[in-house]
């Protein structure tokens, strides 16, 4: 495709189950981020890969959050007992990693946690 | 702490009119400093990018302006249009790292 995708678009889950979000990167981009967006907020950085490995994870809010890129192209965000306070939109980015440092940006998951 | 400031209060104008958005930063000295464009349900989409040794950058009617002294960017939309309407978000960057620090936003209404 074109751009990056995202799937779900939305997902509605009761508080302690467990969830995974997919995000399909721009082919080619070597790089591949995970934000989380709370209402009326600018997205948050969680995680970092570059091709399958995981650079940078700061931004993971607690052990609960888990992504892994295998073969450096699609990625999962995975979350463990999901609580109310995960309820957000998770957006992906992928960027050519090269000297560019524009992020390409999905859709978006809305994740609801009832 | 490191905290980046946008004028959270919408800012509306006039169709033709130049928009001015403001994003001052503290405990920060980013490398980058790039803007995006949100509309709702949707992600954000990349417009400018500007460097640290760079005070300011254009391209078509978008303008971006970096002052490190003053720890401020400013962002100008010129003859602005009804489809300029979004929120826009300033985002920093760090020497070596890519992850982007957003700030919160700031929405634009263009009336006709």
């Known amino acids: 495709g074109a751009g990056v995708s995202q799937s779900p678009r939305y997902k509605v889950a009761k508080r302690g189950q467990d969830v995974a979000l997919r995000c399909d990167p721009i082919?080619?981009?070597?790089?591949l981020f995970w934000y989380q967006q709370a209402l009326g907020q600018g997205p948050e950085f969680l995680t970092y890969?570059?091709?399958?490995?995981?650079?940078?994870k700061s931004g993971l809010p607690s052990d609960r959050f888990f992504a892994e890129r295998p073969e450096g192209s699609v990625s999962t965000l995975k979350i463990q007992r999901t609580q109310q306070e995960d309820s957000a939109v998770y957006l992906c980015?992928?960027?050519?990693?090269?000297?560019?440092?524009?992020?390409?940006f999905g859709p978006g998951t809305r994740l609801t946690v009832t | 702490s490191q905290k980046i400031e946008q004028n959270s209060e919408a800012l509306n104008i006039q169709e033709g009119k130049t928009a001015t958005l403001t994003c001052n930063y503290t405990?920060?000295?980013?490398?980058?400093l790039q803007w995006y464009r949100q509309d709702p349900g949707r992600g954000p989409v990349f417009l400018l990018l500007?460097?640290?040794?760079?005070k300011e950058k254009r391209k078509e009617r978008l303008k971006v302006t970096f002052d490190t002294t003053l720890k401020q960017s400013l962002f100008h939309i010129t003859a602005s249009q009804p489809a300029d309407s979004a929120t826009y978000l300033c985002?920093?960057?760090?020497?070596?790292?890519?992850?982007?620090?957003f700030g919160s936003g700031t929405r634009l209404q263009v009336q006709p």
């Open positions: 980015a992928s960027s050519s990693g090269q000297a560019s440092y524009e992020q390409y």
């Open positions: 082919s080619g981009h070597v790089s």
């Open positions: 890969f570059q091709n399958e490995a995981q650079l940078d």
């Open positions: 405990n920060y000295s980013p490398a980058y």
């Open positions: 500007i460097r640290e040794n760079e």
């Open positions: 985002a920093l960057q760090d020497t070596g790292r890519r992850a982007l620090t």
